[in-house]
């Protein structure tokens, strides 16, 4: 069961949601937006689940990667953004701030592989760029998952995800990000056998 979880997951984070805000679908149909909340959200449970039970700092690792890049790609944005990365979308998101978060996410990687090896010792036989080309593909995979909650509220209409929150655009925009990629890391690992 577990395994097709992730394959969907992985099916759906790397095709069928980029697919998604290429071509700004519009689907108002309720059954299937239920439908993608549950391919959305039960795999990232069972991935915050499965994390914490084999490891809780790699769990916090991963969390913390979409932390950093995203306050690295807000930062950098503010700071240097210029050219647009989905004005249709999320019109504040830019390019430099995607290369901010990127440089951040290496340099985060490679800080946890210094100061807490024991953190990412079952990664030990592969090498510091591949595990760095990992936490790029994790930080693209956090922006595909921060863009798709983004659209849905487009979308929907909404400028915010709910009230629980306040100011804050509602809980979907403190997850979204984690929503993509805890389940890709989980499948990721999963499997290239280092998931158990």
């Not at 503010?78 to 019109?91: D, E, F, N, V, Y």
């Not at 080309?133 to 922006?143: E, F, H, Q």
């Not at 921060?146 to 929150?165: M, P, W, Y």
């Not at 925009?173 to 999963?190: K, N, Y």
């Amino acid at each position: 069961m577990m395994q097709g979880l992730w394959l969907v997951a992985l099916l759906f984070w790397f095709i069928l949601a980029p697919l998604w805000l290429i071509k700004h679908w519009v689907i108002e149909q309720r059954g299937f937006l239920l439908l993608i909340g549950l391919v959305v959200l039960l795999p990232t449970w069972f991935a915050f689940v499965q994390l914490r039970d084999l490891n809780p700092l790699l769990l916090l690792f991963l969390m913390g990667l979409v932390w950093v890049a995203d306050s690295a790609a807000y930062f950098s944005g503010r700071q240097w953004g210029k050219h647009k990365l989905a004005p249709r979308i999320s019109p504040g998101k830019t390019w430099e701030g995607v290369i901010g978060a990127l440089v951040v996410a290496i340099l985060y990687v490679n800080l946890w592989r210094i100061f807490a090896p024991e953190t990412l010792a079952r990664f030990s036989a592969v090498s510091w760029w591949v595990q760095s080309l990992a936490a790029i593909l994790l930080v693209a995979i956090s922006i595909t998952g921060d863009l798709f909650e983004s659209h849905l509220k487009r979308v929907a209409g909404l400028k915010d995800s709910g009230s629980l929150i306040p100011g804050h655009g509602g809980i979907l925009d403190r997850i979204d990000s984690q929503t993509s990629v805890l389940p890709v890391a989980m499948g990721l690992m999963h499997f290239a056998g280092l998931g158990t």
